[in-house]
């Protein structure tokens, strides 16, 4: 069974940077869908950026392209997220969240299968 633990996070003030780390196991499929997402209070849980390894492909939510960076080790099995240039209205609980292929549209938690169990992030002004 896929397991997926978040790690990373933690309070910076705004502009810092933090890297998050999801660690996988469990997961054999050749091609896979893994991505961030973050759930602010009162807020709906929204996709921040994914990866499809079927077609090695990344995308990232409008809100911080540019800023952060998915990425993933394979050796590891560890998929990371990259965050600089951090702004308050990033503070939220980022989760790790996986799918097997095929994984189509991947801002949707609703398409994602297995979820870490979170990581807060704080940015201060």
């Known amino acids: 069974q896929v397991q997926l633990v978040e790690s990373g996070g933690g309070s910076v003030a705004a502009g810092g940077s933090l890297r998050l780390s999801c660690a996988a196991s469990g997961y054999t499929s050749a091609s896979y869908c893994m991505g961030w997402f973050r759930q602010a209070p009162g807020k709906e849980r929204e996709g921040v950026a994914f990866l499809y390894t079927g077609v090695g492909s990344s995308y990232y939510a409008d809100s911080v392209k540019g800023r952060f960076t998915i990425s993933r080790d394979n050796a590891k099995n560890t998929l990371y997220l990259l965050m600089d240039s951090l702004e308050p209205e990033d503070t939220a609980m980022y989760y790790c969240?996986?799918?097997?292929?095929?994984?189509?549209?991947?801002?949707?938690?609703?398409?994602?299968?297995?979820w870490g169990q979170g990581t807060q992030v704080t940015v201060s002004s």
């Open positions: 969240a996986a799918n097997r292929a095929p994984c189509l549209g991947g801002f949707d938690y609703r398409n994602y299968k297995y």
